[in-house]
T-cell receptor
């Protein structure tokens, strides 16, 4: 059963702590993305990766870090430098490779809701 | 990516067609129109995309005006499960991976 998974669904952390959100896909997609969503708002791009061992900053990368050591995994670390980390975090993947328009269709995971106490 | 403008909310009766408008007056010739939807507290779901011609799939139809400055997503027979936020996005595809999600339109389907 192919798809994209995120864990955990809910996460609580104390202020000043780093926390890592997991994102795994078995769709054999080259590209992966991390978005942040605040209540009543659209999605904002944090980081994206077009291929293994490569990633680029999105619109709101400050206070976040990522790695892409494996094709199927794209973990996001929310560092203590992120001033307002409480949000809904969404991971997505797409075929990528620039082979065609349909390759840009993004498949989203169920999200992780992070709350900083 | 071209900016898109959508109404913040719309209502529709169950079983009727839902017509969701989107303005993209600055869209360039190589930009496609994508539609996604997000049911509360879930990840967004791809619906449909198009360039110039009208498109239809099992979920919806997409009508794009001849000048490409606006489009309409049509859900032919809305159900309660179609209640969601619908996002209209312009993207040039290919190696341009970045999809810009605005606030979208909250469609509420009423029984």
């Amino acid at each position: 059963d192919g798809g994209i998974t995120q864990s955990p669904k809910y996460l609580f952390r104390k202020e000043g702590q780093n926390v890592t959100l997991s994102c795994e896909q078995n769709l054999n997609h080259d590209a992966m993305y991390w978005y942040r969503q605040d209540p009543g708002q659209g999605l904002r791009l944090i980081y994206y990766s077009q291929i293994v061992n490569d990633f680029q900053k999105g619109d709101i990368a400050e206070g976040y870090s990522v790695s892409r050591e494996k094709k199927e995994s794209f973990p996001l670390t929310v560092t203590s430098a992120q001033k307002n980390p409480t949000a809904f975090y969404l991971c997505a993947s797409s075929l990528g490779g620039g082979r065609g328009l349909k390759d840009n269709e993004q498949f989203f995971g169920p999200g992780t809701r992070l709350t900083v106490l | 990516d071209a900016k898109t403008t959508q109404p913040p909310s719309m209502d529709c009766a169950e079983g009727r067609a839902a017509n969701l408008p989107c303005n993209h007056s600055t869209i360039s010739g190589n930009e496609y129109v994508y539609w996604y939807r997000q049911i509360h507290s879930q990840g967004p779901q791809y619906i449909i995309h198009g360039l110039k011609n009208n498109e239809t799939n099992e979920m919806a139809s997409l009508i794009i005006t001849e000048d490409r400055k606006s489009s309409t997503l049509i859900l032919p027979h809305a159900t309660l499960r179609d209640t969601a936020v619908y996002y209209c996005i312009a993207n040039s595809g290919g190696s341009n991976y970045k999809l810009t999600f605005g606030k979208g339109t909250l469609l509420t389907v009423n029984p």
